[in-house]
Structure formats: structure tokens, C-alpha cells
């Protein structure tokens, strides 16, 4: 048994050594991994191989006939940049691509027309004064209109502008005034030149701020009877610096129309005044009342961390309605704060406080409801309009005529924010209270606080007196008063203002030696001169 099967295994070797012997003549030696095609022999791979290759192009044939056919078949789809098609939306064919032409044809042009099936062909045609675009669509092109920026509104504005800027303005005591007159002789050159932009900049440097008038064939120049209109050599011959000279490459600051927006500023408080003892009406709220009031504003103001324009946009509306609601009641009064604390978020903040904050920090005494009702009757009363300006808006002007450091400028918001809590200085305008804190800025910080010296004039520069519009002898008891403000906000019972400055964010301002000093009694105390 054993032997048999020893003889059956050889028999299996030597066959199996058979087929290999027959199998390596029949192959070719090649590199490749062998596969079940490759072991049936070269001539059945090529046997095979050569009908799959015929195959293949009879396939690529019929591919290349397909595609031809649908290319001349293809229509060409309507569309332009403001009516476009429908998504999944397809024509008859199929395909929504442009006919490529009859010289071309090919994948080639298929491609082609693909790349720019989504533009539409325009002739732009260029001439000296005005470009037009021509579109190759049936409708008519029409003008480009007018931007947001650019609404009616805006030219409205504008007019409202130029009429005020045409208006006398009280001017500067101290300062001659002179109309600027143009000679006849420079009229008719002007006349004569084409309108461009050096000849625009040629008549500011004659004439600033003169409106220029517009007509249909020429330009006139009209001459303007404003203090502040000076020329180049006049503001040098009296020593008044341009502050704008350097601002002409930053366009935020606007330096070629920013004594404009200012000639604006100017006249819109003069429109809209507060008067004196404006309270006089009231039955049931009293100046202590509206001192309170503001105080815990100013509180508000810091624990929601607003801007300096919010509370004093605040304060400037509560002034407003309480001028002009003479039957304000005393239990509705914090609702007028807080209210009009509301609506001066929502003008000046990036974030404004929610409504709900608002509701919390009065304790739940008034809801959401009731103050959106009070700010309806707000706006009634101010008829809408929240374009007074603010002190905080001339003090920067100020504060860059006298070229002031950090230190100069917080103290100025620091007597600001004190005079806007007394009553007596609500009948202020806006301008005045900013020269007069920066005034006496400028007299504690520049002068000796030991020494009882008093007002001293140089500090209040010509520049000053030209940008402010106001002379030292017109601020002297405007700076009066709010030094006795300054110097007594120690002792005094509100005190949201004096521990707010007392903080590092506002570098410790009221802790100044400079507001105990000789200079300020002698300030408070001095007599006034003419």
C-alpha cells in the first residue's frame, strides 16, 4: 500500500512537470504579474485584444458623429444678467451653450462655447466727458442712478446746506470782519477757463467757503458776509493756523469741507435752543428732580459701557421734551430718562442695549410697552429730529486747534459731563460749554495751579478764536461757572460724575491736584472783565 502510493504521487509530479514544460514554450517571457488572460497564451490575447480595439472605435466614431450633430443642432439660449434661467431649467436640445461658429468645430469649440455661456456682449465706448455703455439687447440702457448715499434725502440735506451757509452767523469779536470780494478782472478769466479742478481749487484759495452757483452756460461766484470767511493770507498775516493743511491724503477727516459741515453745526443750535429756565412750566418736576434724573443716567451710561455722545444726546432729549410737555408728572419722569437713554443707544451705539435691559435697570417700575409709548410721545415732541449737535462734537474740533494732549481733552469731557447735571447751564449752546471746558483746561494744566493768577488770555490762541467763534472775554463766565462746578464736586450730593473720573479708564482726571489749587479760587472767584 505503501508503495502504491508513493508511485500514484509520482505520477502527479510528472505530470504536472509535464504541463509546465509545455506551457513555457507556448508563453513569451514578459515582466507582468501573470492573470488568467495571460496564461491562455499570446495569440488568444491577441485574438481577443483585436476585436475589443475595432469595437472601440467604431464606439469613438459614433461618439465623434453624436456629438457633431448635436452641435449643429444647438440654438443659441437667451439670457442676460438680469433675467436669468430657472435652475434645472433646460432649452429644447438640451444644452444651453452658445453655437460655436461654422469655420470651427470639434471638441475644441464645444469647450469654448461653454466657457462663456453666462457672459453677455457689450461695446463700451469711451469719449472725453462721459462713458456709455451700449448693451447688444433690444432694451434701452438707462442713465446710472443715484447711490444710497445719494437719495433724495441727501439733497435735501444739501439744501438745507447751502441755506444755511448763506445766512450771517455771529462771528468772532476780536476779528476783522471784511467781505472777500473777487475783481472783475479774475470774474471773466474764470469765466473764460473751462471747468476742471484746478481752476475749482484756484477759487478756494481766492474765496473759501464762497458757494459757487451753477447756471447753465457760466459759473458765478457769490460773496458771503460770514465771520469765518477769511483768506489764506489773511488767516497768516493774524496767526491763525490751518489745521486741515495736513489732512488732504486721509478722506475720512474731509478737510476740503469740513469748516462747511461746521458753518452747519452753528446753525442748527441756533435753531435749536434751550431756553432759559426752560422748567418754568413744569407743575411737578423741579431742577433737583432733572439733576437726579441725569445723574442716574450717567450711572446707566458707565454700567452699559455707551459712548460719550449717547448721554449726552440723552441729555440734550430730555431737555427737549421737558421744554416742551409742560404737564409732565413726577412717577413718569424716570420714564422720560430711561426712554430718551433708549433712543440715544439706538442713534449713536453699533450695538444698542436691548429693550429688556433697559425694563431691568428701572427695576420692573415701567415695561416694554410703556416704553415704546413714551417714545412715540418723544418724537412727537422734538418733532422727530435728533440732529442737535452735541458738545462733544465742537470740543474735538477745539481740541485739535489747540493742539491739546489726551489730558487736556479728558478734563474737557469731565467739566462737559459736570455742566450738563446743572440746570443753569442747560441754557448754554452746545459750542459754548466746549470752548469753555477747554478753556479752563488749558488754564489748569498749561499755567501754574499754585499761583492765584486767574484768566489769562494767552492760553485762548487766535486759532481758537477763529475756529471757535467765541473771544476769551465772551467765555470767562461760562468758565466760571463750571470751575465752581469742578471744584466743588467733592462735597456735592450727586457724585456719579466725580467717582466715574476717579477711575483709570479716565486717567484719575478728578483726583487732579490742578482742581484744588490756588488758580482754580482765584478763577471761581475773580471778577468779571471786559
Given at each position: 500500500?505503501?508503495?502504491t502510493?508513493?508511485?500514484?504521487?509520482?505520477?502527479?509530479n510528472?505530470?504536472?512537470?509535464?504541463?509546465?514544460?509545455?506551457?513555457?514554450?507556448?508563453?513569451?517571457?514578459?515582466m507582468?504579474?501573470?492573470?488568467?488572460?495571460?496564461a491562455?497564451?499570446?495569440?488568444?490575447n491577441?485574438?481577443?485584444?483585436?476585436?475589443?480595439?475595432?469595437k472601440?472605435?467604431?464606439?469613438?466614431?459614433s461618439?465623434?458623429?453624436?456629438?457633431?450633430?448635436?452641435?449643429?443642432n444647438?440654438?443659441a439660449?437667451?439670457?442676460?444678467?438680469?433675467?436669468?434661467?430657472?435652475?434645472?431649467?433646460?432649452?429644447?436640445?438640451?444644452?444651453?451653450?452658445?453655437?460655436?461658429?461654422?469655420?470651427?468645430?470639434g471638441?475644441?469649440?464645444?469647450l469654448r462655447s461653454?466657457?462663456?455661456?453666462?457672459?453677455?456682449?457689450?461695446?463700451?465706448?469711451?469719449?472725453?466727458?462721459?462713458?456709455?455703455?451700449k448693451?447688444?439687447?433690444?432694451e434701452?440702457?438707462?442713465?446710472?442712478?443715484?447711490?444710497?448715499?445719494?437719495?433724495?434725502?441727501?439733497?435735501?440735506?444739501?439744501?438745507?446746506l447751502?441755506?444755511?451757509?448763506?445766512?450771517?452767523?455771529?462771528?468772532?469779536?476780536?476779528?476783522?470782519?471784511?467781505?472777500?470780494?473777487?475783481?472783475?478782472?479774475?470774474?471773466e478769466t474764470?469765466?473764460?477757463?473751462?471747468?476742471?479742478?484746478?481752476?475749482?481749487l484756484e477759487?478756494?484759495?481766492?474765496?473759501?467757503?464762497?458757494?459757487l452757483?451753477?447756471?447753465?452756460?457760466?459759473v458765478?461766484?457769490?460773496?458771503?458776509?460770514?465771520?469765518?470767511?477769511m483768506?489764506?493770507?489773511?488767516k497768516?498775516?493774524?496767526?491763525?493756523?490751518?489745521?486741515?493743511?495736513?489732512?488732504?491724503?486721509n478722506?475720512?477727516?474731509?478737510?476740503?469741507y469740513?469748516?462747511?459741515?461746521?458753518?452747519?453745526?452753528?446753525?442748527?443750535?441756533?435753531?435749536?435752543?434751550i431756553?432759559?429756565d426752560?422748567?418754568?412750566?413744569?407743575?411737578?418736576?423741579?431742577?433737583?428732580?432733572?439733576?437726579?434724573?441725569?445723574?442716574?443716567?450717567?450711572?446707566?451710561?458707565?454700567?452699559?459701557?455707551l459712548?460719550?455722545?449717547?448721554?449726552?444726546l440723552?441729555?440734550?432729549?430730555?431737555?427737549r421734551?421737558?421744554?416742551?410737555?409742560?404737564?409732565?408728572?413726577?412717577?413718569?419722569?424716570?420714564?422720560?430718562?430711561?426712554?430718551?437713554?433708549f433712543?440715544?443707544?439706538k442713534?449713536?451705539?453699533?450695538?444698542?442695549?436691548?429693550i429688556?435691559d433697559?425694563?431691568?435697570?428701572?427695576?420692573?417700575?415701567?415695561?416694554a410697552?410703556?416704553?415704546?409709548?413714551?417714545e412715540l410721545?418723544?418724537?412727537?415732541a422734538?418733532d422727530?429730529?435728533?440732529?442737535?449737535?452735541?458738545?462733544?462734537h465742537?470740543?474735538?474740533?477745539?481740541?485739535?486747534?489747540?493742539?491739546?494732549?489726551?489730558?487736556?481733552?479728558t478734563?474737557?469731557?469731565?467739566?462737559?459731563?459736570?455742566?450738563?447735571?446743572?440746570?443753569?447751564?442747560?441754557?448754554?449752546?452746545?459750542?459754548?460749554?466746549?470752548?469753555?471746558?477747554?478753556?479752563?483746561?488749558?488754564?489748569?494744566?498749561?499755567g501754574?495751579y499754585?499761583?492765584?493768577?486767574?484768566?489769562?488770555?494767552r492760553?485762548?490762541?487766535?486759532?481758537?478764536?477763529?475756529?471757535s467763534r467765541?473771544?476769551?472775554?465772551?467765555?470767562?463766565?461760562?468758565?466760571?461757572?463750571?470751575?465752581?462746578?469742578?471744584?466743588?464736586a467733592?462735597?456735592?450730593?450727586?457724585?456719579?460724575?466725580?467717582n466715574k473720573y476717579?477711575?483709570?479708564k479716565?486717567?484719575?482726571?478728578?483726583?487732579?491736584?490742578?482742581?484744588?489749587?490756588?488758580?482754580?479760587?482765584?478763577?471761581?472767584?475773580?471778577s468779571q472783565?471786559k
Amino acid at each position: 500500500m505503501v508503495g502504491t502510493t508513493l508511485k500514484m504521487r509520482s505520477d502527479e509530479n510528472a505530470s504536472e512537470n509535464f504541463k509546465q514544460v509545455q506551457l513555457k514554450k507556448l508563453t513569451v517571457p514578459s515582466m507582468e504579474a501573470t492573470t488568467k488572460r495571460a496564461a491562455l497564451g499570446d495569440l488568444q490575447n491577441r485574438g481577443i485584444s483585436r476585436p475589443i480595439a475595432a469595437k472601440d472605435a467604431a464606439q469613438k466614431d459614433s461618439k465623434d458623429l453624436k456629438l457633431t450633430d448635436a452641435l449643429r443642432n444647438a440654438k443659441a439660449r437667451v439670457d442676460s444678467h438680469w433675467k436669468k434661467q430657472p435652475l434645472g431649467s433646460t432649452n429644447g436640445n438640451g444644452n444651453g451653450a452658445v453655437p460655436p461658429k461654422v469655420n470651427e468645430g470639434g471638441v475644441a469649440a464645444f469647450l469654448r462655447s461653454n466657457s462663456v455661456r453666462n457672459r453677455v456682449p457689450t461695446k463700451t465706448t469711451v469719449e472725453p466727458t462721459k462713458v456709455t455703455v451700449k448693451s447688444s439687447s433690444s432694451e434701452n440702457v438707462n442713465e446710472p442712478t443715484l447711490k444710497r448715499e445719494d437719495s433724495n434725502l441727501s439733497k435735501k440735506s444739501l439744501t438745507k446746506l447751502r441755506a444755511a451757509l448763506a445766512k450771517p452767523v455771529m462771528g468772532v469779536s476780536g476779528i476783522r470782519r471784511e467781505p472777500v470780494a473777487v475783481s472783475r478782472k479774475e470774474a471773466e478769466t474764470k469765466k473764460e477757463l473751462p471747468e476742471t479742478k484746478k481752476d475749482s481749487l484756484e477759487v478756494k484759495k481766492d474765496a473759501t467757503r464762497m458757494p459757487l452757483i451753477r447756471g447753465n452756460s457760466a459759473v458765478t461766484t457769490t460773496t458771503s458776509t460770514m465771520p469765518t470767511t477769511m483768506s489764506l493770507s489773511s488767516k497768516r498775516l493774524a496767526g491763525i493756523e490751518d489745521i486741515d493743511a495736513n489732512d488732504k491724503e486721509n478722506l475720512v477727516l474731509v478737510s476740503e469741507y469740513v469748516n462747511d459741515i461746521y458753518d452747519y453745526l452753528y446753525q442748527v443750535e441756533q435753531d435749536q435752543p434751550i431756553h432759559k429756565d426752560h422748567l418754568a412750566g413744569q407743575k411737578e418736576v423741579s431742577h433737583k428732580m432733572r439733576a437726579v434724573l441725569i445723574d442716574w443716567i450717567n450711572e446707566v451710561h458707565l454700567q452699559f459701557h455707551l459712548a460719550a455722545e449717547t448721554f449726552q444726546l440723552a441729555v440734550a432729549i430730555i431737555d427737549r421734551y421737558l421744554q416742551v410737555v409742560k404737564d409732565t408728572k413726577r412717577t413718569y419722569l424716570q420714564l422720560v430718562g430711561v426712554t430718551a437713554l433708549f433712543i440715544a443707544t439706538k442713534y449713536e451705539e453699533l450695538f444698542p442695549p436691548a429693550i429688556g435691559d433697559f425694563v431691568f435697570i428701572t427695576d420692573d417700575t415701567y415695561t416694554a410697552r410703556q416704553i415704546r409709548q413714551m417714545e412715540l410721545q418723544i418724537f412727537k415732541a422734538i418733532d422727530c429730529n435728533l440732529s442737535r449737535p452735541l458738545p462733544i462734537h465742537f470740543l474735538r474740533r477745539y481740541s485739535k486747534a489747540a493742539g491739546a494732549e489726551d489730558e487736556h481733552h479728558t478734563m474737557s469731557k469731565y467739566f462737559i459731563e459736570l455742566a450738563s447735571v446743572d440746570y443753569e447751564m442747560a441754557t448754554y449752546r452746545p459750542s459754548e460749554i466746549a470752548a469753555a471746558s477747554l478753556f479752563l483746561s488749558l488754564h489748569l494744566l498749561n499755567g501754574n495751579y499754585r499761583a492765584g493768577t486767574g484768566f489769562n488770555d494767552r492760553h485762548w490762541t487766535p486759532t481758537l478764536t477763529f475756529y471757535s467763534r467765541y473771544s476769551a472775554a465772551h467765555l470767562r463766565p461760562i468758565t466760571r461757572l463750571i470751575a465752581k462746578l469742578a471744584r466743588d464736586a467733592p462735597q456735592a450730593k450727586l457724585k456719579a460724575i466725580y467717582n466715574k473720573y476717579q477711575g483709570s479708564k479716565f486717567q484719575k482726571i478728578a483726583l487732579r491736584t490742578e482742581l484744588t489749587g490756588a488758580l482754580m479760587d482765584s478763577i471761581v472767584g475773580q471778577s468779571q472783565r471786559k
